[in-house]
């Protein structure tokens, strides 16, 4: 079990690194101590049980969640908090679970058993094959590739497996018959039924850098460009809080489409014919940022040092928030997995929550999903895909780890190049 800080107080006072570090790894004790008993995978969730600190868990595991999970897994790896060969136990089980698991023409479902690697429908026809989070694990699965790169019999059949998972992944079926577009979801039950295109910018720029990268299956890169880069969800243009947005829905969406592919994407420099995705970012954080300060409909809390809209739990369920999309939840993941973009106005929003909300706000796996003054409620549940990219994005923040893995790798560099994609990262093509 890794080092406990629950002592909010206490660590308020630490300077920014250490502050961070500490954030980061208890953070990260979700994905290590909280980790599915079967499987080694990441649950979607967890749910505190009174104050004792015990908890009880969801029984499905998150596919894209485990994905942001291996990464966390490196960080902890590289930060010393788990021993290089513990990590290389938990992905050989981690690896033995997925080849366990029933795949869709390669792709992993939304949620499956850790035990038996049966999917665990979402909804009603959404039980089979889910694109856009096996991408996320596939992210997370080549930069493991990469960061054990050791010539020992371990490391060499853990690059062989996850090559294997990669390498089986079925792209091109997901343009539906070989149509200029990604589709979300196949079912073996139910086709094409939940019919959901992936068009217009969101998290979904990683589905289709993967895809075009495949050295198997992989798409035309008209399908990027006439499919995700078309619609009216992807051009905007238009100005929010004085601030101009170039891509992206009215005031920008929730700031996880800033956080799930930039986990391994590295922003800084990147770019192609639609925008400067620093820029992009950057411009959509302070979108958010400048809402919860002007506050247009006076929620209880929100200001300079307490902001951040994404998707979350909230008093009401479940609800993917943002400026237009606003029921006074603040989710730590937002403003926390945005320090790259913003250090000081994030380091401010991390002092507060730890000084003005102490042990309602920061537990077991560190912060809790989110909360709302507004009705005096604290969630009880931390979940997967809101606390890897807390890990991730500090990470790559510090040190920029997971981005110089992710862009090393030589199948991600030629799908940069076949989109079109310039980048610091990008080497020359051998002859």
Known sequence: MLKDDRNPGALAALPDEALIEAVQRQTFRYFWDGADAASGLALDRRTLVGLTGEDRADERVAIGGSGFGVMALIVAVERGWVMRDAALDRLRRMLDALFRATRFHGAYPHFMDGASGRAIPMSPKDDAGDLVETSFLVMGLLCARQYFSEDTAAQRRLRSDIDTLWHDVEWDWFTRGGRDVLYWHWSPNHGWA????????????????????APRHAIDPRVYHSGYAAGRGFVNGRSYYGIELPLGMPYGGPLFFTHYSFCGLDPRGLKDRYADYWDLNCRHLRINRAHCVVNPHGHRGYGETCWGLTASDDPDGYLAHAPDIDNGTISPT????????????????????????GARLWRDYGFVDAFCEQRDWFAETYLAIDQG????????????????LFMSVPEVQAGLRALDFSSPHLRAPAP
Request: net charge neutral.
């Open 334 to 357: 937002a403003a926390l997995a945005s320090l790259p973009y913003a250090p000081a106005e994030v380091m401010q929003v991390l002092r507060h929550f730890l000084t003005v909300h």
């Open 389 to 404: 990219p807390i890990v991730v994005m500090m990470e790559n923040h510090r040190t920029g780890l997971l981005w110089k």
């Open 194 to 213: 939940m019919n959901h295109p992936v068009r217009g910018w969101d998290e979904c720029l990683m589905t289709y850098l993967l895809a075009a990268a």
